[in-house]
């Protein structure tokens, strides 16, 4: 059955999933980086940039398991890009080139309507105006069997979870502090909202946290 | 060199050393002993309480390393008991019965001044109205050349990281969501102030990360 989940989503022992301070040219955030180390050199990872080899094991497949089976995928407009407010033209195109990573339809959450784009490789940015749930109607959609993908950012996972859209999520809690920034569990109550922790697998430079809706 | 360490601090995966809703009957509040649950097994807590075998490993080794070359504890009023105010008499003497499991100097930070209690076992209950850096200059006289441990609660180690008065801290992040409670870094920056994350080590029941000023 189709799921929408949230996967090698990586976050600060403090439980941030981007530092502060965040910029066009420091789109994490301060050391926001940092909380993306156990992944840089995983063999999906590199792959995807038609890299070299790359490590295996846990890390790596965590982060190949959290390209499998996918539909679609939701993310949040500062995921895609660093231009805010109106669309001052159709120039930008992501942060990953003319062949995106994503391979099938991606739902970009936006208050500025714009046309899809379609990308090389099969990936296309559809904008949604509607809000979360309208994003998630089109992406079951377009999905069909395969499981939505919540990107991120923080926000977006976050208003995903209060809604309790979500089925499953895989955190990477990664051995850094950031102090601040965005935090993933400030001011939400995740197990009233029904979520467990149901594994939890060591990595080398994460653990790796299955969440589940009871 | 004598530290002033926390250690064997278990919090949640969404960072909260106790739950909410905390009372004499439940006094780690809603869920908070889950957050424990990988040093209850332990060789090292068993023996706390004078019970049989216990599992060993990686989890009783952090557990054992918390009580190692300790000279003194300090800990808030609340870790200490329940009661609040004035001390209505001198019958509550900690939660531990007659030989508590420290054996060295305890100072207690309360409002409340009261006289110092002598138990089994080598454990003296200092009470100390004069605030955090008054009860660590007695803890440092008391300690000589052992460490410093700061127990808890979560607004007690707050206080000390806040003046930057801890050197090191064991954190053992369990598998487990509280939701709410008292969070350890809700509004403090651990990176501003100097800590880093140094070693991460997996256990079986919770991953242990040490922490120390940079």
């Known amino acids: 059955m189709s799921k929408v989940r949230v996967a090698a989503f990586s976050i600060s022992l403090d439980g941030y999933g981007a530092g502060p301070d965040q910029s066009l040219q420091d789109p994490l955030g301060r050391g926001g980086e940092e909380v993306h180390n156990w992944m840089f050199p995983t063999r999906t990872f590199q792959a995807l940039y038609g890299r070299g080899e790359g490590t295996t094991g846990v890390d790596d497949d965590f982060a190949a398991r959290s390209f499998e089976k996918l539909g679609a995928w939701i993310m ?7 231009v805010r407010g109106d669309w001052p033209d159709d120039s930008w195109k992501g942060w990953w080139g003319d062949n995106p990573p994503y391979h099938v339809p ?87 909202l029904g979520y467990r922790v149901v594994e939890q697998v060591p990595g080398v430079a994460a653990t790796h946290m299955i969440l589940s809706r009871a």
Do not use: W
């Open 106 to 192: 991606v739902f970009v959450l936006t208050h500025h309507p714009r046309q899809s784009i379609e990308m090389e490789g099969g990936t296309t940015f559809h904008f949604v105006a509607g809000g979360i749930e309208a994003a998630l109607e089109r992406a079951r959609e377009a999905a069909g069997e395969g499981d939505i993908r919540i990107g991120g950012g923080v926000s977006v996972i976050r208003q995903y979870l209060q809604a309790r859209l979500i089925d499953e999520l895989h955190l990477a809690v990664s051995p850094v502090l950031l102090g601040r920034g965005e935090s993933l569990f400030q001011g939400i109550d995740l197990r009233e």
């Open 76 to 82: 949040g407009r500062n995921m895609f890009g660093p």
